[in-house]
C-alpha cells in the first residue's frame, strides 16, 4: 500500500492541510509541539477508528472549532493498493443543542459509508509513539489492546466478534450481580455461557496464532537491531487456556500446544470451565475467566522486560514488535501496512540506531518525526525525503 496524500481539516491543531507523500521514508523535522505528532495520529485514526493519545474522540476537533455549536474535524487519505486507488474519509463531528453536546464519526470508504468494524483494515498501518512503551511496562489492558488493534486490521471479522464479546461481558456481569442480590434465576446464565464462550474461543484462537507468529519474526528482528545480543520472546498469559484450564502454565507439563485446538474445542472447554466457577462469579459480581483478562509478557534473554529491562532495551524491543506487526499485516493481507515513527531514536546508543536505519531501508514507505536530524546518517537522508513542520505547516526541503 501506498499513501498518496492527506487532507486534513479542524484536526487537532490543523485548520487546513493539504499534502502529497512520496513512496520510501520521509522525515518530518521539527521542534515540540509543531504538529509531527499528530499528522501521524490523523493517518493511524484512520487504520484504527480509535483515538490513541486522546481520551475520546472529541479532543481530536481543533479547539477553537469545538466552541462552535457545529464542529466537524475531517481526514481524508487517498491510497494506492492492490493497484487501486482508494479514498477514506473520516468525520468527527460535534453537535451541541440545547446545552447537550453529542460527538459522532461518519466514514466513508470510496463513497460508501461503513461502520468503523467493517472499516478497519480498509487502511492498515503500524505506529510506534514513545507513549507505547506501556505495551511492555503497562497493565494486561495495554497489551490487550495492542493485540486487539493489531488482529483487527489483519483479520476479517475479529472487530465484530471482539464487539460481540464485550457486550456479552457487559450483559453476563450485570445477570451475575443480579443473581447475587436474588433478583434473577441463575439458569439465565446458560444462554450467555454459550455467548461468551463461543466470541471469546475465537479471539482466544486468534491471539495464540497472532502471538506464535509474531514471536517468531520479532525474534529474527531483534536478533538484528541488538547485533545478535538479545533473544526475544512472547509469552502468552491466557486468562482461559484450552491445554488446562486448572493451571496457568500447563505447556511444559503436558507437552501440548496451543494452536491445536479448534475455537468450537476451545469453546466447549470454556463453557464447561465456567460451570464449575459460577459460584465464586455470582460472589464477585462479574466474569473472571476470559480473554478480557488475557495478558502476555515480552521477554530478552529468558528476562521479563516489563520488570528489569532498561529504557533502551524496552524501546528496542518494542521497536521488534512493532517491525513484526509490520511482517504479519502483509502476510495475512497481501499488502504492506503504512510504518508510521516517532522520535524513535531517543534512548538508543548510536549502534541501535545504525541497526534500525539499516532496517528502515527495506520498507516501501514510512513516515518518520524526529526533533534531530543528526540521529540520521548522511548517506540515509540523501536516500530519503526531509520535510520540515512548523505550527502545522509542512515545508518540503
Keep these: 500500500m501506498i499513501l498518496q496524500s492527506l487532507s486534513l481539516t479542524n484536526f487537532r491543531s490543523y485548520v487546513r492541510l493539504d499534502v502529497e507523500f512520496p513512496q520510501g521514508i520521509t522525515i518530518l523535522s521539527g521542534g515540540n509541539a509543531q504538529g509531527k505528532t499528530s499528522l501521524l495520529e490523523s493517518l493511524f485514526y484512520c487504520a484504527t477508528f480509535a483515538p490513541i493519545l486522546a481520551g475520546n474522540d472529541r479532543q481530536l476537533i481543533n479547539f477553537e472549532a469545538q466552541k462552535q455549536d457545529l464542529a466537524v474535524a475531517r481526514i481524508v487519505v487517498r491510497y494506492l493498493r492492490d493497484q487501486q486507488n482508494h479514498q477514506l474519509e473520516v468525520r468527527i463531528i460535534q453537535e451541541s443543542q440545547n446545552r447537550i453536546t453529542r460527538t459522532r464519526k461518519e466514514i466513508l470508504w470510496n463513497g460508501q459509508k461503513l461502520r468503523a468494524q467493517n472499516a478497519i483494515g480498509k487502511f492498515p498501518a503500524v505506529l510506534f509513539i514513545p507513549q507505547m512503551t506501556a505495551i511492555l511496562e503497562g497493565p494486561p489492558q495495554e497489551r490487550r489492546r495492542y493485540l486487539n488493534i493489531l488482529l483487527s486490521q489483519s483479520e476479517p471479522g475479529y472487530a465484530q466478534t471482539l464487539t460481540e464479546y464485550k457486550q456479552a461481558l457487559v450483559q453476563r456481569n450485570a445477570l451475575l450481580r443480579q443473581i447475587a442480590d436474588k433478583k434473577s434465576d441463575p439458569a439465565q446464565l446458560e444462554y450467555w455461557d454459550e455467548l461468551l464462550s463461543s466470541r471469546g474461543a475465537v479471539l482466544i484462537q486468534k491471539r495464540i ?25 512472547l509469552i502468552y498469559n491466557p486468562s482461559f487456556d484450552p491445554l488446562n484450564p486448572d493451571r496457568p502454565n500447563p505447556i511444559e507439563e503436558k507437552g501440548g500446544h496451543r494452536d491445536t485446538f479448534s475455537a468450537d474445542e476451545i469453546a466447549s472447554a470454556m463453557k464447561e470451565y465456567l460451570k464449575t466457577i ?60 503504512l510504518l508510521l515513527l516517532d522520535e524513535i531514536f531517543a534512548e538508543l546508543d548510536e549502534k541501535r540506531q545504525q541497526d534500525l ?34 505550527n502545522g505547516v509542512v515545508q518540503k526541503d
Design 357 to 390: 536505519l539499516e532496517r528502515l531501508d527495506q520498507y516501501n514507505q514510512g513516515i518518520l518525526t524526529t526533533t534531530d536530524l543528526t540521529h540520521f546518517s548522511d548517506d540515509f537522508l540523501k536516500k530519503h525525503t526531509v520535510w520540515q513542520i512548523a
Design 209 to 233: 496464532k497472532a502471538l506464535e507468529t509474531l514471536n517468531e519474526y520479532a525474534e529474527d528482528i531483534h536478533l538484528q537491531l541488538t547485533d545478535q545480543q538479545e533473544k526475544l520472546a
Design 278 to 337: 459460577r459460584r465464586r462469579e455470582i460472589e464477585r459480581g462479574n466474569s473472571i475467566v476470559g480473554p478480557h483478562r488475557d495478558d502476555f509478557q515480552v521477554c530478552a534473554n529468558n528476562i521479563n522486560l516489563s520488570l528489569y529491562g532498561s529504557r533502551g532495551q524496552i524501546r528496542t524491543a518494542l521497536l521488534s514488535l512493532k517491525m513484526a506487526e509490520i511482517r504479519w499485516i502483509q502476510d495475512k493481507t497481501g499488502t504492506e501496512p
